[in-house]
C-alpha cells in the first residue's frame, strides 16, 4: 500500500477492473444456476480431482491442528473447571469437617443440656472480638450471631458445655457483644463447691480471675471448683467458673481471695450458647458427671451439597445428631452450609 | 498555573502551622488534660492490725462493710439534642432502684438520711423545693444563749430553736434522684472523679448481688471498707473495746496525731489502748485508666501501705472461755448483778484471762449506732454492761485486804510470827464522850461468833486461815484493853498502797481508776471528822472507806504469790507485723520490791496455804488434786439504796445479815505459783460460796486441761 501511494492514483483503471469482475462473476454464476456450467464442471473436477483429493487430506490436516488448539483451549478451560469444583468440594469437605467438629461440640452441649433442663438455651456463633472499644490486651468482650430478633437480651447468661462465659452486654438486631467473666467490670457471684464459701468472682485490670470477699476464718484448698452460686438470680446456679489455682489469705486484710483458673478456654471460643431462660430457684446437681447412656441424641440435621455440573450429580453429606431439645439446631448448623460454595 | 501552586504552598503552611500550635505551643497543656483523664491516683486502705490470743487463735479481725456510691464523671452527661430525657437523672434512678430505694422505706429514709448530712439542711431543702417537691419542717430546740430580754431584767437563758426538713418519712425515688443529682453537683465543682456515697452499711451478701450490676452502670461503685469483728464476741467484749468515730471533744487531739476526722478510732479496751500502733498508713497508687474508666494498668511506684501491727495477748482463749462460762454460771445462780475474774501470772504480771460481766457484743459499734437494737439494748440495761468492773469497779475488798494487814503487821513489828492474840468473843471500843455506857460501846465481831464459835488465841498464820476478825481488828487499830498498839491508819495506808492501792495498776487498758485508800486527813477533808480506832478496825478487815477494784486485789495476791514484787498487769505480750515477725517483745514491768525482813511473806503465804489445806481452813472446798492451792477468802458487806432497810437505818435483813459481795483470791502451785486468781461477785454473798467454785473451775482448767501435770 505504501508502493500505491507514491503513484499517481487512476481512479478509471481500479473502478473499471472491478466493474468487469463483477460483471464476469455474474456471469458465471448465472451460468451455473441455469445448468450450462456442468460439462465444464465435470471436466475440471475429472482433471483435478486426485490434487483436490490430496489437498482435501491437507486441509484435514490443517483443520485438525486447528481444531487440536481448540480443543486444548477446552480442555484447560474445562480443567480449571474441574480445578475449582475439586477446590469448592475440598472447601466442602472442609466445612464439613468443620460441621463434624461442631456436632461435636453441640454433642457436648446437649449432654451439658440434658443435665440442666431448666435452662432454655440458644447456640450461637462466635463471629467477632469485640476489640474496638478497648485499650487492653486482655480479650475481654466477643460478639455472637445472635442479637434482638433472636431474642437475647441484656445480662442473659453466655455458657459453653465447660461453664460460664459471661453475659450479654450489648444488643443489635443481630449481633450482640458478650463481657467475658475475665473483664474487669464484670462480677459474677459464685460459691467454692466443697467448703460452700461464697464470693464474687470478677476480673482484674492485670487479667486474673479473681474470686474476692471470702469470709476471713474460714478455709478452703487449692483445686476446688468454683460455681456460680445464683445470688441474686442473675444467674443460673451451679455452673462451673473454673478452679482455685491460689489462695491469698493474711489475717490482716478483710475477706480473703482466690485466685481462679477458668474452666473455659476464653482463646479457643468457638460455639457458645445464650441461656435466654432459666428458673433461677432450680437445684440442680453442680457436679456435672455425665453419664454416656443417658445421652441418647434426638435431633436430625441434614447438610446437602449440591454441585450442579454433575448430573445427576447430588453428593449428600448427611450428619445425623440425635437430640434436639432443648437446643435449637437451625442456628449454629446452617452457617458453615450457606458459606459453601 | 501560578495561583495553584501559590494556593498549594499556602495550604501547606496553614498545615504545618497548627501542628506547630497543637503539638509545640499547646502540648503541654493537652498533655496535662489527657494525663488528668487517663492517670489517677488512688489511695490503698491499710488494714488496721489483728488480735490474736497467745496461741495464735484470732480474736478481732477485719470485715469488709459495704457503701454505694457514684462517680459524677461516670455518670451520663444530658445531650442537649434530647431535652426531654434526663440521662443523668435516669443512670441515678435506676442504680437507685437497684438498691431498692424504690421499693424499701428503710433504705429511702437513709438515703434520705446521707443526702440531708452531705448537703446540709439549707440544700437538703432547696434541692427538693426547686424541684417541686413539698418539704416539710420540723423545728428543733437550737442552742441555748444568754439573752437580755429587758434592760430590767439579768440575762437568762433561751434557747434559740430552728428547722429543719423532716426527714423521718420516706421519699420518692424521683425525689431521691434529685437530692442526689445535687449532691453529684456540688461534688462536681470540686473533684468530678471523687465518689459521693449514696448508701452504706449494706450488708455483704447484697453487696456481692448489686455487685453484678456493676458492668452496666459504669458510675456506681461498691466501695468495701474494713470494719472490726469480734470472733468472740461478749467473751472479750471489755478486753479488747470497740471502735467508733473520733469523738468531737477529741477532735483536736487526734488531728495533731495526724489522723483524719473520717477515720474510726478505738474507744475502749485494747483499741482504744493501741490505737496509734494497730493503725495502718495508707499507701498510694496511680493507676492509668482506659476510655471507660477502668484501671487497666498501675503506673509508676505503688507508695504501699503502712499494715497495722497485730496484737498477740498473754490471755489464753481456753481459759478465758472458761471464766466467762464459770462467773456467768455463778451470777446465774447468785441472782447476782455483775462480777469480775481475772488470772494473772504472778511471777511477770501477764493477764492470762479477764472477765467482767454482764458482757455486750462489741460487734453492734461496728455497725451504725442509730436503730441499731442492740446498742440500744445495751444503753438501756441498768447493770452497765459497758463498764468494766475489773478496773473501773472499786469495792470493799472485805477479808481479801487481810492479806496486807498481815503483811504489814509482821514488817511493822506490831506481830511477830509467834504472837497471839485472844479472840473470846465481840470486843467492844468505848464511846469517847460515854467512856463508862457500854451500851454507847462499838460492838465488833468476828463472823465465827455468829456461829457461835470462837477461836481462842490465835497467831497470823492461823488468823489468815480462819480469817479471824478480832485478830485484825486488833493488830490493825489497837486494843486499849490490852495495851496492845496496833498497825493504826497511816501504816495501813501505807502498806496498802505499797501493795498497789489507791493508784491505778497500770494495766494496757483505758479506764482505770485508783479507788480508795482512807487515811485520817481525807476523812477530815471529805466529812470534817477525826480518825477513829474504828475506822481502823473496819479498815484492817477491808471494810469501811477501804476501796478496791478486783484487779488492785489481784495484784495484791500476786505480789503475795511470788514473795514480794509487784507487777504491772499486761494484756499484750507482743506486737507483731503481718508476717508475724516480733516488733515488740513482752518485758514484765517490776512496779516495785516491798521493802521486807526475809520470811514476812513466807508467813502471809503459809496463811493462805492454811486456809485451803487446814482441816478448819475457810477456802478448803477450793483444793484440787494433785495442785497445792493457796487462798483467801472475803465476804465484804455493803450497804446500798436497793438493800437499805428504813426499819433498822441500815441495810440489815431480818436476821441482822448485811448483803455482801463475794471474793475470793487463790494462788498455785503453792511452791511456785504459775496463776494468781481472784473472783468477785457482786450481791453474791460468802465469798466461800459463790467464788471459790468459780476460782476452782479456772485452775482445774489451767492445770488439767492447759498445762496438764
Known sequence: MRNLEKRPRRVDDLGIRIVILALAALLLMALQLTGHLRPLQSAITLLTSPAQLSATGITENITNVIDYFAELRNLRQRNAELEQLNSSLLAEKLSLREVEHENELLREFFKFAKNRPGLELRGAQLIGLAIGDESTNFLRRIIIDLGQIHGVKVGMPVITDQGLVGRISEVNDSISKVLLLTDATSAVNAVLQKSRLNGVVRGTASGDLIMDFIDQGVKFSVGEAVLTSGLGGRFPKGLPIGEVIEIRRRDIDFSQQAVVRPTVDFKRLELVAVVTNFNPVEEVPELLVINPQTSTITATNTISVTDPSLNPGQVTATHVITNVDPLDLAAPLTTPVESAP | MVVFRLGLVIAFCVIVGRLFQLQVIRGADFQTKSSGNRLKTLEVVAPRGVVYDRNGTILARNKPSFEIALVPEDLPEDKPETPDIDEEGDEIARVLSLVHADTDPKIALRVAEIMFRTLGRFDYAKALTTAGFKVDFVTVPGEEKEIIMATDLPAAPVSMPFTVPDISTPLPLPALVQLV??????????????????????????????????????????????????????????????????????????????????????????????????????????????????????????????????????????????????????????????????????????????????????????????????????????????????????????????????????????????????????????????????????????????????????????????????????????????????????????????????????????????????????????????????????????????????????????TVANGGTVYQPQIVYQLTDAQGHVQRDFTPKVVRQLPLQPGVMDLVRKGMWEAVNAPDGTAITSKIDGIEVAGKTGTAEFCDKEHYNPKKLDCLDDKDFRPSHAWYVAFAPYENPEIAVVTFVFDGGEGSLTAIPVTKKILETYFKEIHPR
Not at chain 2, 458482757?359 to 444503753?379: C, H, K, M, P
Not at chain 2, 463472823?447 to 497467831?459: K, L
Not at chain 2, 470534817?528 to 477491808?542: F, K, L, P, Q, R
Open chain 2, 181 to 558: 443529682k445535687f449532691a453529684i453537683d456540688f461534688k462536681r465543682q470540686g473533684s468530678a472523679s471523687e465518689a459521693v456515697s449514696i448508701l452504706d452499711s449494706i450488708e455483704r451478701i447484697k453487696a456481692l448481688e448489686f455487685s453484678e450490676e456493676s458492668y452496666h452502670m459504669p458510675a456506681m461503685r461498691i466501695n468495701p471498707s474494713p470494719i472490726r469483728q469480734y470472733v468472740y464476741a461478749n467473751m472479750f467484749s471489755h478486753v479488747l473495746g470497740f471502735m467508733g468515730p473520733i469523738p468531737a471533744e477529741q477532735a483536736d487531739q487526734y488531728t495533731k496525731r495526724g489522723y483524719n476526722l473520717n477515720e474510726k478510732v478505738g474507744l475502749s479496751g485494747l483499741e482504744y489502748s493501741y490505737q496509734d500502733q494497730m493503725r495502718g498508713l495508707p499507701g498510694y497508687k496511680t493507676v492509668e485508666r482506659d476510655i471507660l474508666g477502668r484501671e487497666v494498668r498501675t503506673i509508676g511506684q505503688v507508695q504501699e501501705p503502712i499494715l497495722g501491727s497485730n496484737l498477740v495477748l498473754n490471755i489464753d482463749l481456753r481459759l478465758q472461755r472458761v471464766m466467762s462460762d464459770a462467773l456467768q454460771s455463778a451470777i446465774v445462780q447468785q441472782k447476782a448483778r455483775w462480777g469480775v475474774t481475772i488470772a494473772m501470772n504472778p511471777q511477770n504480771g501477764a493477764i492470762l484471762g479477764l472477765v467482767s460481766q454482764p458482757s455486750f457484743d462489741n460487734n453492734v459499734f461496728a455497725e451504725r449506732l442509730t436503730e441499731n437494737e442492740g446498742y440500744q439494748q445495751i444503753q438501756n440495761d441498768k447493770r452497765r454492761p459497758l463498764l468494766n468492773y475489773a478496773i473501773g469497779g472499786q469495792y470493799p475488798p472485805g477479808s481479801t485486804f487481810k492479806m496486807v494487814i498481815s503483811t504489814a503487821a509482821l514488817a511493822e513489828g506490831v506481830v511477830g510470827p509467834d504472837t497471839t492474840i485472844m479472840d473470846a468473843g465481840p470486843i467492844y471500843l468505848v464511846n469517847q464522850f460515854f467512856p463508862n455506857d457500854l451500851s454507847q460501846a462499838q460492838k465488833f465481831v468476828s463472823w465465827n461468833h455468829r456461829y457461835g464459835i470462837v477461836h481462842g488465841p490465835i497467831n497470823v498464820v492461823q488468823a489468815l486461815s480462819l480469817s479471824n476478825d478480832i485478830f485484825f481488828y486488833e493488830v490493825g487499830g489497837g486494843y486499849p484493853v490490852t495495851k496492845f498498839r496496833g498497825l493504826g491508819s497511816a501504816a495501813m495506808a501505807k502498806w496498802a498502797e505499797l501493795f498497789g492501792y489507791g493508784a491505778p495498776t497500770g494495766i494496757d487498758l483505758p479506764g482505770e481508776i485508783g479507788a480508795l485508800v482512807p487515811t485520817a486527813q481525807w476523812k477530815r477533808q471529805r466529812y470534817a471528822e477525826s480518825w477513829t480506832t474504828g475506822d481502823s478496825y473496819n479498815m484492817a478487815i477491808g471494810q469501811g472507806y477501804m476501796l478496791a477494784t478486783p484487779l488492785q486485789v489481784l495484784v495484791n495476791t500476786a
